[in-house]
């Protein structure tokens, strides 16, 4: 009986010998295809003719980009200060309308209905302005758009004759890319290359 177990035991020593070494061998194994495919994926990276620019830092240091903006931001304003007016003015007549009709001083119905719709035409003419401003605003933001976009395509094209890339990605708060190494971020380098490009035009 003791005989017995001891082959039992000595069987499952064995056994658990054998189960250890293909264990710890295997995950020896693939820690080290891991490395490889790691060591060659790193190789592979350091290859691949592809960059990206970060779109919100470019448009934020580029110089021509900021000046369209300010140029946007005055039109806006002006607009809005020329609302504000004409509003302000309207709101006046429109008070010492109703003065005059609570105090019964117009002299007769004609002359009442006659400021009346007057003052609603004038009502509708703001309306009316406040929709042109926005519709030309907004054309004039698109214009600018078209014109800053063609700017920074035009450079690129000019740009990538002696880089060679296959392939120039835009990256707008992560949306395109997640996660990538910043060796292919050339943004700065853009940045200042227009910026200087830039500077020499408005000489």
Known sequence: MKHINSIVNIVLAIGLIVLYILHFTGTNNGKSSQRA???DSTALAAQ???????VDSLLLNYNYSKDLNEVLI????????????KARKLDGELKEFQRKRENNAFL???SFKSQQQALLK???????LEETLTQQLGKEQQKMNEQLRDSI???LQEYNKDKKYQMILSNTMNDNIMVADNAYNITNEVVEMLNSKYVKAEE
């Open 37 to 39: 495919s790691g060591s």
């Open 48 to 54: 691949l003719p592809i960059a990206y620019i970060n």
């Open 74 to 85: 005055r039109k806006r304003e002006n607009a809005q200060a020329t609302l504000t007016e």
């Open 108 to 110: 007769s119905e004609q």
């Open 122 to 128: 004038k009502q509708q003419d703001l309306q009316q």
């Open 153 to 155: 395509y035009k450079f």
